[in-house]
């Protein structure tokens, strides 16, 4: 029998265990600051029908959903001929996907359980999601979101609430240098009925989604490739320049909708700016966009100053979401932390705490079957008094058992013998320092609760 190489595929990561305590430590953190708000957990499944995911993107976000084959002989129900594209061939052959985001299937999740639902919903969701998206630095295929709704308000004291748990989370996480970036979508519906190309509303926000990343000069030759005048360009630099919220109220006059956008967008920043944040900067950026359908209000998006790796997180408001299940006029509002982004800015700025890495803080070295006895009473003392504690499970050499405990960072080594056994006292050697010296368990206890 061939064997195989050993592999995972592209976009796929497996983490070890020093990985896996930096992650729990963002997860532990962020979940801390949901729930202080007042958000609880909810969890939705990873596959979902396609038909719950499609069309909730975009064009471009469509492509990136991974599909599922149906179970079985899935060509065996499927009809198929010389004119036959992947396209309708993949409605015969799939019926389920996996989860492109958290926000589409807790649209589905509250449709669903709107009986046991009470009005305004406030949950976060930290689950996996799943994009078939090019692999590179701080993008994968699958990845973490923890994201945090409120469902059922139309209230913008919501998105005021929302840019302060950011704050509070990357201030708990002290990742410095943090700006929140904030726009509203009916100020890019304005804009873009003032340059007469709302029927091209979705490429042009598309687009200007990306200027950050391309600059103005290919922003504008994507955007005649797209057939706009440059008269309608023109229209689209001079708002460009605009750095704060009020000049928008004269350039937006003869806009409804436009006008509406500023009217939100400053009782959010001027909400903001009355409370004022802890660490983070909020800052307007006309050019934000935020390019999926569902957003139809405030949008926001999260950046390191000091990490050149994009957003480290993003949201907004949502008001049709629930509509396309079947419950319409219900509002919402929610953000997202990329978590795999954070880790690599806390990693890249060399933010994660010294005291996190290692699950064992004491081991029992094995001298033998009587002491492994011995040590398993005083082992489950030191467990029910919440210190982590393990026994080696084999009386192995002592070099081994210390090579051992080195390599897990263990802080304290427990030598119980004979001696030990009889005297009642417990042998200690501190790793760090070398130091040994005998104490009583219960003192032990009390020095390392």
Known sequence: MSKNKPSIPKGMRDFNSDIMFRRNYIF?????VFERYGYAPIETPAMENISTLSGKYGDEGDRLIFKILNSGDYLSKSSYSET????S???????????YDLTVPFARFVVQNRNDISFPFKRYQMQNVWRADKPQKGRYREFFQCDADVIGTDSLLCEVELIQLYDEVFTDLKVPNIEICINNRKILSGVIELMGASDKFDDIVIILDKLSSIGIEKLVLQLKEKGLSDESISILKSFLVVKNVEELSDLLKDSSIGKKGVEELLFVVNSVQNVGLKSADLKFDISLARGLDYYTGCIIEVKSRDVNIGSVGGGGRYDDLTAIFGMPDISGVGISFGIDRIYLVMEELDLFPENIGTSTKVMFVNFGSKEAQFCLSLLKKLRDNGI???LYPKADKMKKQMNYANNKEVQLVLLIGEDEIDSGLLS??????GDQYS???EDFINQNI
């Not at 532990?28 to 801390?32: I, V």
């Not at 409605?91 to 996996?98: D, G, P």
């Not at 200690?428 to 320092?433: A, E, G, L, R, S």
Request: charged share 35%; glycine share 0%.
């Open 428 to 433: 200690v050697k501190n790793m760090q320092t």
């Open 84 to 87: 036959t594209d992947s396209k």
């Open 89 to 99: 061939l993949t409605k015969q052959i799939s019926e389920k996907a996996l989860r």
């Open 439 to 441: 104490v009583t368990i």
């Open 388 to 390: 982590n504690a393990e």
């Open 28 to 32: 532990e953190t962020t979940r801390k």
